[in-house]
């Protein structure tokens, strides 16, 4: 029998024998050193083999068309303030009007092409979401579905109309719509969205031979609109080979209409969706630190894979950013989304120079950690994640840019500090934590709570300028800039305390998970919860569950780490 583990000095069999097992499963094993090589080897070519199946498989999330629509992806089409890829608009649509990237197992770029093909069939598809099952009783709609038709839902559309008229009554005099109409408001736009599809309003491809606004070939009779409706017709036929050669065609001709101008942006961002930067980083953040973790120091081969794999992340992290900067031709930090990628960027990098300057691989493997759980909560999130043009308030200056990346920088590293402050607290809880370890570490979570702070200081000073050149006011009390005063000052006096040896190394890390609730309720809070101010441009559902979540682990973990640190403290001896 061939001996596939390669376990040199035991035969195949004796792998199965009663009791074996606990002897080659650890990694620390007994027997020869032959058999601990090879069992470093299995290892590493085991986690290298599972690291390559998890990316291709999240890489991938939805099965392929009847039509290669990859040619399709990267013809350029005006919506919401600018030219983009027709994967954008697909997606941005199609999610929109279904909560999901894909319908019917279909990517949406598909989806959209079929709606083009058979106009006609659109308001009869079963794809528009209504789950608030208040507006479903409101609109006398089954209370059991959540997928209904344009046909199905237009009948309700006075009912619909009247509740979103009640929301801009109050939106008019300052006051935020009941939950009721905010969902109605969400119907109306999907069902004016779904309209505009089967008119045609909304398929801008035609570009003008003067001004800025692109056309519908739907709305006008030319050849290029002729052009553009006999290939939708081709994709209906299903004739792969023909409709690629057409579109082809068609989009090298707009672009030769255009002068080019758009060809770079548009082709970078049917690749930016395609490769899927930020879920092949975080997937890979998570390997990283997994690797880290589960392997010894001894373990060469294993630990450089783990290395190659945070690169491997960071790349592609690093690329998304890029893809985002020369796609939108702006800094990545305008919306919630955006300033969460950024702020783990910057975590990540500042997690590395600490792991190198400090000689402590602990850093690199937290950073790695809290890197892979930001960008998963920035999927799970029901925030904005698609390229979009800047409000004009916040284009063009200056002071903004470096106010904003300033201010998320110092996110990230004060994250780096509570995901440090963590672990110290979960060695404890284990009994694992040496003095020397709790020294090292005490010294990184102190250091990164001090350039934090520093940062969201200098970034609050350039919010001043910003606003001094916007609104005509250095400070006015508005809810971003006071809980941004509150964190600042939060974290001015934990740094005194310690310099001033007033908390030990444990208060310290608690402090520092605390101190991040701060910045939650500074960068998220004042956005989503409270929902008002200059600053709430991100003002939505933001998904409250999910930080709720959070703050319920946080507040078990918490509170299970102080019960054993307490029970560990020497008491008191009575007379």
């Not at 499963?25 to 085991?46: E, V």
């Not at 046909?151 to 006075?158: A, G, P, R, Y």
């Not at 031979?209 to 692109?214: A, F, K, L, P, T």
């Not at 590293?413 to 370890?437: C, P, Q, S």
Request: aromatic letters at 12%; proline letters at 4%.
């Amino acid at each position: 029998m061939k001996n596939h583990f390669r376990f040199p000095n035991r035969p195949p069999e004796a792998l199965f024998a009663e009791g074996s097992y606990s002897k080659i499963l650890p990694l620390r094993c007994a027997g020869s050193q032959d058999d601990k090589a090879a069992l470093n080897s299995y290892i590493f070519r085991t986690l290298l083999v599972w690291f390559i199946l998890l990316t291709g498989v999240f890489a991938s999330t939805c099965e392929a068309g009847p039509i290669a629509s990859h040619a399709a992806q990267a013809i350029p089409i005006q919506h919401a303030g600018r030219v983009k890829s027709f994967e954008a608009f697909s997606r941005q649509t199609v999610e929109f009007i279904t909560t999901k990237e894909s319908w019917q197992r279909q990517p949406a770029v598909n989806v959209i092409l079929k709606a083009l093909s058979n106009k006609n069939d659109v308001a009869n598809w079963p794809w528009v979401r209504v789950s608030y099952k208040p507006l479903l009783a409101e609109l006398g709609l089954p209370a059991d579905k959540q997928y209904f038709s344009y046909h199905e839902l237009v009948n309700s559309f006075d009912k619909i109309e009247t509740l979103v008229k009640k929301s801009q009554t109050k939106r008019d005099q300052d006051l935020r719509p009941s939950k009721l109409e905010q969902e109605a408001e969400s119907l109306f736009s999907k069902l004016m969205e779904v309209k505009h599809l089967f008119t045609g309003e909304s398929i801008l491809v035609v570009p003008p031979s003067n001004g800025e606004v692109w056309t519908s070939p739907y709305k006008e009779e030319s050849l290029l609109a002729a052009n553009f409706k006999a290939l939708m017709s081709l994709y209906g036929e299903k004739d792969q080979a023909a409709f690629s050669e057409k579109v082809k065609a068609w989009t090298n001709n707009v672009h030769e209409l255009t002068g080019g101008k758009f060809r770079r942006a548009v082709d970078l961002e049917a690749r930016y969706y395609a490769w899927r930067p930020f879920q092949n980083a975080w997937i890979a953040y998570l390997a990283a630190f997994l690797i880290f973790t589960f392997s010894k120091k001894k373990h060469a081969r294993v630990r450089a894979l783990g290395i190659a794999i945070l690169a491997w992340a960071i790349f592609f992290h690093t690329l998304g950013l890029i893809l985002r900067v020369v796609i939108l031709n702006r800094p990545p930090v305008s919306n919630m989304y955006e300033s969460m990628i950024f702020m783990n960027w910057i975590l990540i990098v500042t997690a590395v120079a600490f792991s190198i300057l400090k000689k402590n691989s602990a850093v690199i493997s937290i950073g790695a950690l809290i890197s892979a759980i930001v960008m998963i909560y920035g999927n799970l999130l029901p925030i904005e994640t698609n390229l979009e043009v800047l409000t004009p308030v916040l284009r063009s200056n200056y002071w903004l840019t470096m106010h904003v990346m300033t201010i998320v920088a110092s996110y990230g590293i004060f994250a780096l500090a509570m995901g440090l402050g963590h672990r110290v607290l979960f060695l404890h809880f284990i009994n694992k934590m040496t003095k020397e370890e709790e020294k090292r570490s005490d010294q990184v979570i102190y250091r990164t709570i001090e350039i934090g702070a520093l940062l969201l200081g200098i970034g609050t000073g350039l919010g001043g300028v910003w606003a001094n050149e916007s609104w005509g006011r250095f400070w006015g009390w508005d809810p971003k800039e006071t809980w941004a005063l509150i964190t600042f000052l939060g974290y001015l006096i934990l740094i005194h305390l310690n310099h001033a040896k007033l908390i030990k190394p444990y208060t310290l890390a608690v402090s520092a998970i605390l101190g991040f609730l701060l910045v939650l309720m500074t960068w998220y809070g004042v956005n989503f919860v409270l929902g008002r101010g200059l600053h709430s441009y991100g003002q939505g559902s933001g998904g409250m569950i999910w930080v709720i979540y959070y703050l319920i682990f946080e507040a078990l973990f918490l509170g299970m780490a102080l019960l054993k640190k307490r029970s560990h403290l020497p008491r008191k001896k009575h007379s």
